[in-house]
């Protein structure tokens, strides 16, 4: 049996999707019950219950060979860091009280620098506490940027015809589609073969800057002249508020954005066959494209 945290989100789906698919048996956790339902009837056994309650996620684990973790969120919320805590813990006790072997967990790009990167931090403190656990073997996956941040902005060029964000328009980072992380995660735990604490960096196809990738973007929905605009920190605060952030995460994004500035989040392995995955952006685009056509 491999439990799946998150299983509706944009990389859980995939995991237990591709799970089914080679044949494992899979417990896929999740928040809704009517999100749920789909993997349900494609084979998954389900659990509905809040990933921050030790005692709801120590059940769904236990008797499990394999774990992907993550720590999912809400952009509302008030306090980042202390909901992040409190699931990063129970995600912890679950695994060691559940009796899991072997653990996938979902990080970032950056998760080694633990200060003044904004959400990335609270990463750094997951992959801390699952550092400590003892005769569990934990695979982590720093990925880059998700593509699928930028249908965020989709509302935003169409109302305003500006992409807008903190980084600067040449600063390449990598960039990398989150059906690539969700496909490693399948195949390392069906495979199940590190032995001790791993950490592994995902990078997509290739770095990427905000300038070529609105262009991209822009070219495939017929704006090729759309523009990047780099928006100072309060002004992009604001507006992140203002698009349904709670001001804690909103001062924490603009935070990681400053450091993705100054060169602090980034590839620490560099970039090799083994890190580097297939998706390029320029085909996500089409995707990009079409949700744009359908608001």
Same mark, same amino acid.
């Given at each position: /049996?491999?439990?799946?945290?998150?299983?509706?989100?944009?990389?859980?789906?995939?995991?237990? +999707?591709? =799970?089914? !698919?080679?044949?494992?048996?899979?417990?896929? &956790?999740?928040?809704?019950?009517?999100?749920?339902?789909?993997?349900?009837?494609?084979?998954?056994?389900?659990?509905?219950?809040?990933?921050?309650?030790?005692?709801?996620?120590?059940?769904?684990?236990?008797?499990?060979?394999?774990?992907?973790?993550?720590?999912?969120?809400?952009?509302?919320?008030?306090?980042?860091?202390?909901?992040?805590?409190? /699931?990063?813990?129970?995600?912890?006790?679950?695994?060691?009280? $559940?009796?899991?072997?072997?653990?996938?967990?979902?990080?970032?790009?950056?998760?080694?620098?633990?200060?003044?990167?904004?959400?990335?931090?609270?990463?750094?403190?997951?992959?801390?506490?699952?550092?400590?656990?003892? $005769?569990?073997?934990?695979?982590?996956?720093?990925?880059?940027?998700? %593509?699928?941040? %930028? %249908?965020?902005? =989709?509302?935003?060029?169409?109302?305003?015809? &500006?992409?807008?964000?903190?980084?600067?328009?040449?600063?390449?980072?990598? /960039?990398?589609?989150?059906?690539?992380?969700?496909?490693?995660?399948?195949?390392? =735990?069906?495979?199940?073969?590190?032995?001790? %604490?791993?950490?592994?960096?995902?990078?997509?196809?290739?770095?990427?800057?905000?300038?070529?990738?609105?262009?991209?973007?822009?070219? !495939? &929905?017929?704006?090729?002249?759309?523009?990047?605009?780099?928006?100072?920190?309060?002004? /992009?605060?604001?507006?992140?508020?203002?698009?349904?952030?709670? +001001?804690?995460?909103? !001062?924490?994004?603009?935070?990681?954005?400053?450091? &993705?500035?100054?060169?602090?989040?980034?590839?620490?392995?560099?970039?090799?066959?083994?890190?580097?995955?297939?998706?390029?952006?320029?085909?996500?685009?089409?995707?990009?494209?079409?949700?744009?056509?359908?608001?």
């Amino acid at each position: /049996m491999i439990v799946v945290m998150g299983a509706t989100g944009r990389t859980g789906k995939r995991v237990v +999707e591709g =799970l089914l !698919r080679a044949g494992e048996k899979v417990r896929a &956790i999740g928040r809704s019950e009517a999100s749920l339902a789909a993997l349900a009837r494609a084979g998954a056994e389900v659990r509905v219950g809040d990933s921050s309650d030790a005692a709801f996620l120590t059940a769904a684990f236990r008797g499990a060979s394999g774990a992907y973790t993550l720590l999912p969120y809400d952009l509302r919320v008030a306090d980042y860091r202390a909901q992040q805590d409190r /699931m990063g813990e129970a995600v912890v006790t679950a695994v060691r009280e $559940g009796g899991v072997g072997h653990v996938v967990a979902l990080s970032s790009v950056g998760a080694d620098q633990g200060v003044g990167t904004g959400p990335i931090d609270s990463l750094h403190a997951q992959e801390a506490r699952l550092r400590k656990l003892a $005769g569990v073997n934990v695979l982590v996956l720093r990925a880059g940027s998700f %593509f699928e941040n %930028f %249908f965020d902005v =989709l509302p935003v060029i169409r109302h305003q015809g &500006i992409n807008a964000d903190v980084v600067e328009p040449g600063r390449a980072v990598p /960039m990398i589609g989150t059906r690539d992380i969700a496909d490693a995660a399948v195949t390392a =735990l069906r495979a199940r073969d590190w032995k001790g %604490f791993v950490v592994r960096e995902l990078l997509g196809p290739r770095d990427l800057s905000y300038d070529e990738a609105t262009r991209i973007l822009g070219e !495939r &929905i017929g704006q090729p002249e759309l523009p990047y605009v780099k928006l100072p920190p309060n002004e /992009m605060a604001g507006a992140l508020v203002q698009g349904g952030f709670s +001001e804690d995460l909103a !001062r924490l994004y603009v935070e990681l954005a400053q450091a &993705i500035n100054d060169g602090r989040v980034r590839s620490l392995e560099g970039r090799t066959p083994a890190n580097t995955t297939p998706t390029r952006f320029e085909d996500f685009a089409d995707e990009l494209a079409r949700a744009y056509a359908a608001m």
